[in-house]
Every structure is written in structure tokens, then in C-alpha cells.
């Protein structure tokens, strides 16, 4: 049995402004590495084995304090990356939702791709498999994979059996905290975007 502990990173100057996506060199703001510290503090008692990292920025800054709990270096992996929004990047919120594809976004997600970057489906494949991965190299371990909102909700969707088309029903607010059991039996979901400082299950 293997036991995730899936961590959306903490706030940063572009939260629910602006399609960050891929950019380098957007940081946690401080209230983000406030939040992450208390992420951290849930997880200081967990016996983790490994933490994994999206490669942006904010992750990584994430990720790193709550390896600093534990004395373990935080590793990334390329298919834990946030959305390829491609030309929408760094566009802001308000601008995308008056776009024909904003719709599509959020009515049709299985079928949709965003201008010159990734589909929904392709996220959520990279997304799973990376987790499928790690469930083969810690078949008995508690690890724990900082990510992106999306990212998470779509894995969450898909071991918790939700159609695609429905996993913005699924909460993942900044520094939450998902626990997600995977054995050979199937998946068990212990907690769903848990606020940082919350009880886990697990």
C-alpha cells in the first residue's frame, strides 16, 4: 500500500489572477510561504519516505519546507508540471473567460485543449501515471507530491472513478492537503483538500 499525500503549492502574486502555467520565476508570495510552513507543521509526524516536486518554481519552494520537516531532499518530476496553457499563459482569468474556449473549459473539459498547449486528457494521464510510477518504486511507503490545482484535482477525479467532464466539482484550494491510499486492491480516498493545520487521515 502505497500512501500520497498530494500537496497544492501555496499562494503566489498570480493566484487566481493570472494563468501563471509554466513561467519561471513565479515565487511564492508571503502569505503563500506562510501557508506552505503550516502545511508543513500536518505533515511534521507523518512518516514520509520521499517528496516528490513539480519543477516550478512555487512548487519547489513548497516542497522544500516541508522536506526541511524531515531531513529529505525534495525531488521533481517533469509530469508533475502545472498546466501547458500555451498561448493563454500569463494571461489573467478575466481576460480567458470571455473566450469562445472558456466554455468549453468548463462545460466540456474532455474534449477541450488549450491554444498551443495541453488537452485535459493529457494532463490527467501524465498526472496518473506519474503516481502509478511512484506506487511501483514505494509499494509500502508514505510519500508525499507537492503540485498544481489542476493537476491534483484531475489524478483525484480519476481514482475516485469522476468523469473528466466533472472534476471541477473537486476543491483544491492552495496548500491543501489530499491523502490517497492506492493498493493493488484499488484506491481509497483518506482526505480531500484538507486547509493546512486540518487533521489527516492516513
Given at each position: 500500500m502505497t500512501i500520497f499525500y498530494l500537496v497544492r503549492h501555496g499562494v503566489t502574486s498570480h493566484t487566481g489572477h493570472r494563468l501563471s502555467g509554466r513561467m519561471p520565476d513565479i515565487h511564492l508570495s508571503?502569505?503563500?510561504?506562510?501557508?506552505?510552513?503550516?502545511?508543513?507543521?500536518?505533515?511534521?509526524?507523518?512518516?514520509?519516505?520521499?517528496?516528490?516536486?513539480?519543477p516550478m518554481d512555487r512548487c519547489i519552494?513548497?516542497?522544500?519546507i516541508i522536506a526541511d520537516k524531515h531531513g529529505l531532499p525534495a525531488r521533481t518530476r517533469r509530469d508533475l508540471a502545472e498546466v501547458e496553457?500555451?498561448?493563454?499563459?500569463?494571461?489573467?482569468?478575466?481576460?480567458?473567460?470571455?473566450?469562445?474556449?472558456?466554455?468549453?473549459?468548463?462545460?466540456?473539459?474532455?474534449g477541450t485543449r488549450f491554444p498551443?498547449?495541453?488537452?485535459?486528457?493529457?494532463i490527467q494521464s501524465r498526472g496518473v501515471a506519474v503516481l502509478e510510477d511512484l506506487r511501483i518504486r514505494h509499494p509500502k511507503d508514505r510519500?508525499?507530491?507537492?503540485?498544481?490545482?489542476?493537476?491534483?484535482?484531475?489524478?483525484?477525479?480519476?481514482?475516485?472513478?469522476?468523469?473528466?467532464?466533472?472534476?471541477?466539482?473537486?476543491?483544491?484550494?492552495?496548500s491543501s492537503i489530499s491523502?490517497?491510499?492506492?493498493?493493488?486492491?484499488?484506491?481509497?480516498?483518506?482526505?480531500?483538500?484538507?486547509?493546512?493545520?486540518s487533521p489527516l487521515g492516513g
Open positions: 508571503d502569505a503563500g510561504r506562510s501557508e506552505a510552513e503550516v502545511a508543513a507543521s500536518s505533515l511534521a509526524k507523518v512518516r514520509l519516505k520521499s517528496i516528490y516536486s513539480s519552494e513548497t516542497a522544500r496553457y500555451g498561448s493563454w499563459t500569463n494571461r489573467s482569468l478575466k481576460a480567458v473567460a470571455r473566450t469562445k474556449l472558456w466554455s468549453s473549459v468548463q462545460k466540456w473539459p474532455a498551443e498547449g495541453e488537452s485535459f486528457v493529457e510519500i508525499c507530491v507537492v503540485s498544481h490545482g489542476d493537476v491534483i484535482r484531475l489524478v483525484m477525479a480519476h481514482y475516485m472513478g469522476i468523469h473528466l467532464d466533472l472534476f471541477q466539482r473537486i476543491l483544491v484550494t492552495p491523502v490517497l491510499s492506492v493498493t493493488d486492491s484499488g484506491p481509497l480516498v483518506l482526505t480531500l483538500n484538507a486547509p493546512p493545520g
